[in-house]
């Protein structure tokens, strides 16, 4: 079993904004984060699970995902995604990750398990401490995705 934990961070939401992500696998043990320069939380808390799927080498794990994104989780667990996915992401907001995600979703046995925010787990402070460095560090990448429907939207 492959336990990942997950947090996402926007600094004003939207703003600069992160990911962080904790893998465990037995003795195995890695964190990754990553900053953007313009962004939401709700992004920042999928791409943190789509980033964490897409690090999985091998085809068919078992996962767990603990996360305290109540938009993600209930979007998978109660499977409004998949409804989504088949209306074509119609009103939707950011399906350009809700698509990257059902691209890596099926290639493992995954589970989620929501736990509260700030709540002293230690893998969920942890994840908060990466995603909120990631989002207030330099190297800040583009979200592409959400500063390309910000243009769009303006240009409506």
């Not at 119609?90 to 700030?118: A, Q």
């Amino acid at each position: 079993m492959i336990h990942i934990f997950t947090d996402g961070s926007a600094r004003g939401n939207p703003g600069p904004g992160g990911y962080g992500i904790i893998l465990k696998s037995g003795p195995h043990y890695k964190e990754l984060s990553q900053g953007f320069r313009h962004t939401t939380n709700n992004r920042m808390e999928l791409l943190s699970v789509i980033v964490a799927l897409e690090t999985i080498k091998t085809e068919g794990q078992e996962v767990l995902i603990t996360s305290d994104s109540k938009y993600v989780v209930d979007a998978i667990e109660k499977r409004w995604v998949f409804g989504w996915q088949k209306k074509g992401f119609v009103g939707k907001k950011n399906p350009d990750l809700w698509r990257r995600f059902l691209l890596v979703y099926p290639k493992h046995k995954v589970k989620f398990k929501w736990i509260r925010g700030h709540n002293l787990h230690p893998e969920n402070e942890r994840c908060d401490e990466l995603a909120v460095a990631a989002a207030t560090g330099g190297h800040l990448l583009i979200d592409t995705g959400y500063e390309a429907e910000i243009k769009a939207q303006k240009l409506l």
